[in-house]
């Protein structure tokens, strides 16, 4: 099963290491579901995990980062020359996981955001989950 993780939640998986996010990202390294990244959202992810904010709110250092993106990099199902989409207007850098997830033929994409993504709960046949839902899923559904 091919997953869309947003950043934020990526973000939370590293600095919360006992959350739902975190419980996502062990499944993910235990090889029960494939991640889709492109170029476009590790990018994101590289600049975002870089905050000076989160850093000195967490302290985590340029060590930890580099092990954690590397650890993202190594497991990931790279997916190119993604077609731009405009589904969310009101936050144009949501629909770069939308058209991760469209190219990639996911089966979820999975956020936190309930501004936008979560509200939509599907795109063509992607279902938007929070990582709430899809653990659920893992555990009742064997997905």
Same mark, same amino acid.
């Given at each position: 099963?091919?997953? *869309?993780?947003? %950043? ?5 998986? $590293? ?8 419980? @996502? ?7 029960? $579901? /494939? ?5 476009? @959202?590790? %990018? =994101? ?12 709110? /967490?302290? /985590? %250092? ?5 092990? $954690? ?13 993604t077609e731009r989409l405009v589904v969310v207007q009101t936050d144009e850098s949501d629909n770069r996981f939308i058209e991760l997830a469209v190219a990639g033929n996911a089966r979820y994409l999975m956020t936190g ?9 599907? /795109?063509?046949? !992607?279902? !938007? *989950?929070?990582?709430? =839902?899809?653990?659920?899923? *893992? ?5």
């Amino acid at each position: 099963m091919k997953v *869309v993780l947003d %950043t934020n939640l990526l973000i939370s998986a $590293f600095i919360t290491p006992n959350g739902e996010p975190a419980q @996502v990202v062990k499944l993910l390294h235990a090889e029960a $579901f /494939y991640l889709l990244l492109s170029e476009d @959202v590790f %990018t =994101e992810l590289e600049r975002a995990i870089q905050y000076l904010k989160l850093r000195k709110l /967490y302290r /985590y %250092t340029d060590e930890q980062i580099e092990e $954690f993106l590397e650890g993202i990099r190594r497991v990931a199902l790279w997916v190119e020359g993604t077609e731009r989409l405009v589904v969310v207007q009101t936050d144009e850098s949501d629909n770069r996981f939308i058209e991760l997830a469209v190219a990639g033929n996911a089966r979820y994409l999975m956020t936190g955001d309930k501004r936008h993504l979560l509200k939509m709960r599907r /795109y063509r046949p !992607i279902d !938007i *989950v929070s990582p709430t =839902e899809f653990l659920t899923l *893992v555990r009742t559904e064997n997905i």
